[in-house]
């Protein structure tokens, strides 16, 4: 039997990167606010520079729930399901994965709102690829501009603008949409080898500038610049200088009195009432279930955490799952394609050791729709990206271009005599979802509590292995520019897997039928829970997707407090 709780206004699942940020908003209108974390407080100890720790064993273990409840995957229905990974992309802890995420932080660009109108407009209704259920968006980047300046004001956020209110600036991103303001801060400094590629690029005739990150270039908010040390791709800042929503926004929201954070709180179902309203959620500490009541439920875990939990949560109102009465949760899914990275080994040290992956030149010159389609036969396209982030472990692991055997003494000396001449890109592109992509609950796995894990079946389409293809030559021209003399092509991509970046499963849009969540992002079935993440997401675009999750985050919690006689 359940210990009940005192009543709330709001409970949030999830203190990560939209959770942390919902809080906000909500805490200044005066609102209650329950923030429910799987994990816990983590400090400065915890962030120890530690490649080991941080990049291969998961850390901290002690309170990665998220490790024991890793989705299963396959390529299709038909296909078996491959074995599951050991580190779950997921962080449970205050803040979630803005301790250790890359920290990109990227705004999409016009064209990823309305993918199926500029399409069609531009090149007919034909392009749209066979099988994708793709959909504009329900409203434009006019609408969620405001919010993306929000957000990169109270997270903090270094870049360099490149379009302030239609005026083009050649040292920034040319090809963005229209904003109100520049960045709070200037970007993240530069490395000789990041201006070579940079000299490289404007050769060419592209477009190189400095990618947006949520780390501070210089003090911000009474906190640290940052230090380069480097161990921070998979890992916390012990400076606070990377700004997760654990040194931002939760512990303003805490200063109002109207926020309280409970940690090591496993949620397992949320309860909906006979008139398809919710009214709480149960969760488990130490093995002691409690029931939280809310006016309000907003769901903010990771992509495949918010399918899951929708569809544990069964009722008389919701027999198939918590707002699935239109069998729309699960649908629509698909995640970035982040395989297919191009490796180049030049004659040269690069002086690349250390750095951080949120430092670095991009080039989107073949970003989305920025360029002509025509004679192309995909829609989409890619951001690549050249970062300074090197650490001895990975160094290890290095590509040897088929100089060099991948182990013995003639491994070892290839290694120590080029671990500082090689680089490997990083390339997002443009995914789009499909019919047969989805998410469900896996009929054997099971998680310690004895509940299906999430079960991913996706592969990538013909579209997407064409993007990648194409952004591959365009990197592989860009390295040999720079001086590569060697190149190496990862294959193009199928079975999506787990990944980082997973999007869709609640789907946002206007139109009952096909999607989960409204303009806003509460539920068409349920009207008192909201859904915050990825998971509402209809396009990818070809950057990260924190900021947008952390815009629409914003987006929802000032909706809800606008309009709390209707919600709650």
């Known amino acids: ?284 500490t130490d093995g002691v279930e409690y029931f939280q009541p809310a006016k309000v439920v907003l769901l903010a875990s990771f992509t495949y955490e918010n399918t899951r939990l929708l569809l544990l949560s069964k009722s008389k109102a919701f027999p198939t799952g918590l707002s699935n009465n239109h069998k729309q949760v699960g649908r629509h899914y698909f995640s970035h394609h982040q395989g297919a990275p191009v490796s180049a080994l030049f004659p040269f040290d690069l002086k690349s050791w250390y750095g951080l992956p949120a430092q670095g030149v991009a080039v989107d010159d073949w970003a989305d729709d920025n360029f002509d389609h025509a004679s192309l036969d995909f829609i989409g396209g890619g951001n690549l990206w050249a970062m300074s982030d090197r650490r001895p472990i990975g160094a290890a692991g290095m590509n040897t271009f088929g100089r060099a055997p991948a182990w013995g003494s003639q491994w070892k000396s290839f290694v120590k005599e080029n671990a500082d001449r090689s680089h490997s890109s990083y390339i997002q592109k443009t995914t789009l979802p499909y019919e047969d992509n989805y998410l469900d609950l896996d009929p054997e796995a099971k998680d310690p509590l004895g509940d299906p894990v999430c079960r991913v079946t996706a592969e990538f389409k013909e579209n997407e292995r064409k993007i990648a293809g194409f952004m591959q030559d365009k990197m592989e021209r860009w390295y040999r520019e720079a001086g590569a003399t060697a190149i190496s092509r990862a294959p193009l991509g199928g079975a999506m897997g787990v990944s980082t970046h997973a999007y869709g499963g609640t789907r946002m849009g206007d139109n009952v039928e096909t999607n989960v969540v409204d303009r806003y992002g509460f539920s068409h079935e349920a009207p008192n829970l909201g859904i915050l993440g990825a998971s509402v997401m209809g396009t990818s675009g070809a950057h990260n997707p924190t900021l947008t999750v952390q815009a629409l985050a914003w987006r929802t919690a000032e909706h809800l407090v606008k309009k709390w006689r209707s919600r709650a």
Not at 31 to 57: H, K, Q
Not at 65 to 81: G, L
Request: charged fraction near 20%.
């Open 1 to 284: 039997m359940a210990t009940k709780l005192k009543d709330t206004d709001v409970v949030i699942v999830g203190l990560g990167a939209a959770g942390g940020v919902a809080a906000l908003p909500l805490a200044q209108a005066g609102l209650e606010v329950i923030g429910l974390e799987a994990g816990t407080w983590l400090t400065r100890r915890d962030f120890a520079p530690d490649e080991l720790r941080n990049n291969f064993r998961g850390w901290p273990q002690g309170v990665q729930k998220a490790n024991q409840e890793i989705p299963t995957s396959r390529a299709n229905a038909s296909s078996p399901v491959g074995p599951r990974g050991t580190i779950h992309p997921m962080q449970n802890a205050v803040g979630g994965t803005t301790l250790h995420y890359w920290a990109q932080s990227w705004r999409l660009n016009p064209w990823d709102f309305r993918v199926v109108s500029e399409t069609t407009r531009r090149y007919g209704a034909s392009r749209i690829p066979k099988g994708s259920t793709v959909e504009d968006w329900p409203f434009s980047l006019d609408e969620l501009e405001p919010y993306y300046d929000k957000v990169e004001y109270e997270i903090g956020v270094s870049g360099q603008a490149g379009n302030v209110g239609g005026t083009i600036d050649p040292r920034g991103n040319r090809f963005e949409g229209p904003r109100r303001r520049g960045y709070p801060m200037p970007p993240l400094r530069h490395t000789e080898f990041l201006d070579k590629m940079s000299a490289a690029a404007r050769s060419l005739g592209w477009h190189p500038f400095p990618g947006p990150a949520a780390v501070n270039s210089r003090p911000y908010q009474n906190r640290s610049g940052c230090m380069y040390h480097g161990f921070c791709n998979r890992g916390g800042c012990h400076v606070d200088a990377k700004n997760s929503t654990a040194v931002t926004t939760i512990p303003r929201a805490q200063a109002t009195g109207r926020l309280k954070v409970v940690t090591r709180a496993h949620v397992t179902t949320i309860e909906a009432g006979g008139d398809a309203r919710v009214a709480g959620v149960h969760y488990v």
